[in-house]
T-cell receptor, first 113, second 112 residues
Framework: GENVEQHPSTLSVQEGDSAVIKCTYS??????FPWYKQELGKGPQLIID?????GEKKDQRIAVTLNKTAKHFSLHITETQPEDSAVYFC????????????FGTGTSLTVIP | NAGVTQTPKFQVLKTGQSMTLQCAQD?????MYWYRQDPGMGLRLIYY???????DKGEVPNGYNVSRLNKREFSLRLESAAPSQTSVYFC???????????FGQGTRLTVV
């Protein structure tokens, strides 16, 4: 099965700085890579996703890059704000008979005002 | 639309007791999932249902059973709870395996 590794496990940045979280995956057939944000006491929510036919995607202060050859993808948050503080998860999946999302172990991001 | 609704939100069980966690989605999704979340271990898949009428084991199925009652509902049952099953449980659903998964608010389960 798929193996998703995520780094770092914790990240602290000053407000206004950028944050980068990196993930690698093992199954070259994976074609969908979502990123989820989880606030305390809540379920994860999708913030951005990318498919294997695209190298980069942006949504305001958030961007995701994908390198299919190296099997890694990254989340970039620019101009961080205190409300960005949360746990972020990457995931990989593919459309197949055994639909499964494989999640990384999470990154706890703290934005220091 | 409510999205994904889980009940209960909190539960305390004694070792050996049984219980069923309920999950329902109103988005007409085909796929549904049960995850457990433990500190430092991310989200681990317990069971999933790719479509109505099918269920499959995930990464950590031991001690659990599931039922896909219909397209909307997917329940998780603990037959004989153990302290190792103390965790936060999340139900999720998606249209297919490669589209956005929507999560419920979670069930915090403590087994004493």
């Amino acid at each position: 099965g798929e193996n998703v590794e995520q780094h770092p496990s914790t990240l602290s940045v000053q407000e206004g700085d950028s944050a980068v979280i990196k993930c690698t995956y093992s199954d070259s057939a994976s074609n969908y890579f979502p990123w989820y944000k989880q606030e305390l006491g809540k379920g994860p929510q999708l913030i951005i996703d990318i498919r294997s036919n695209v190298g980069e995607k942006k949504d305001q202060r958030i961007a995701v890059t994908l390198n299919k050859t190296a099997k890694h993808f990254s989340l970039h948050i620019t101009e961080t704000q205190p409300e960005d503080s949360a746990v972020y998860f990457c995931a990989a999946s593919k459309k197949s008979a055994g639909n499964q999302f494989y999640f990384g172990t999470g990154t706890s991001l703290t934005v220091i005002p | 639309n409510a999205g994904v609704t889980q009940t209960p939100k909190f539960q305390v069980l004694k070792t050996g007791q049984s219980m069923t966690l309920q999950c329902a989605q109103d988005m007409n999704h085909n796929s549904m999932y049960w995850y457990r979340q433990d500190p430092g271990m991310g989200l681990r898949l317990i069971y999933y249902s790719a479509s109505e009428g099918t269920t499959d084991k995930g990464e950590v199925p031991n001690g659990y059973n599931v039922s896909r009652l219909n397209k909307r509902e997917f329940s998780l049952r603990l037959e004989s709870a153990a302290p190792s099953q103390t965790s936060v449980y999340f139900c999720a659903s998606s249209k297919t395996g490669d589209t956005e998964a929507f999560f419920g608010q979670g069930t915090r389960l403590t087994v004493v």
